[in-house]
């Protein structure tokens, strides 16, 4: 059996693109959820990358598609959509906080340029 180098080269950048996500992990940059999903993608990328024929036939089988190229054409065209999904739903909540900080700070300057006018409006009748 001849390897081919995308069966060396993908479990390479995958275990990096692993331990990164590690460190970042241990370094409170991401969420748990967030380093399972990724750490998941890239031991599947792995795992398919290493033996390509035995994870798309069954993924083939899985879905009832007679082509194991189409299957994971199809596969991946899932998890993309299931990514996408995910990063809008966390952009409209990061936005939403972003509003929500906006408006607090808004509110709290005009709170400060009042209390400045009447301490200045106060000092002005001594």
Do not use: C, H
């Not at 059996?1 to 990096?16: C, D, K, N």
């Not at 990063?87 to 607090?104: A, F, H, N, P, Y």
């Not at 300057?109 to 400045?116: A, D, F």
């Amino acid at each position: 059996m001849q390897i081919e180098i995308y069966q060396w080269l993908v479990p390479i950048i995958g275990v990096y693109f692993i331990i990164r996500t590690f460190r970042q992990y241990t370094r409170k940059k991401r969420s748990v959820r967030n380093a399972i999903i990724w750490m998941i993608f890239w031991s599947g990328a792995i795992l398919l990358a290493i033996i390509p024929n035995e994870i798309s036939f069954k993924i083939a089988d899985l879905f009832g598609i007679k082509s194991n190229v189409n299957a994971i054409i199809f596969a991946a065209l899932g998890a993309l959509f299931v990514f996408v999904f995910y990063l809008s739903s966390t952009i409209e909540k990061l936005e939403g906080q972003v509003t929500d900080l906006v408006r607090r700070i808004a509110l709290e300057q005009q709170e400060t340029q009042k209390l400045k006018k009447q301490i200045k409006e106060q000092s002005d009748e001594e």
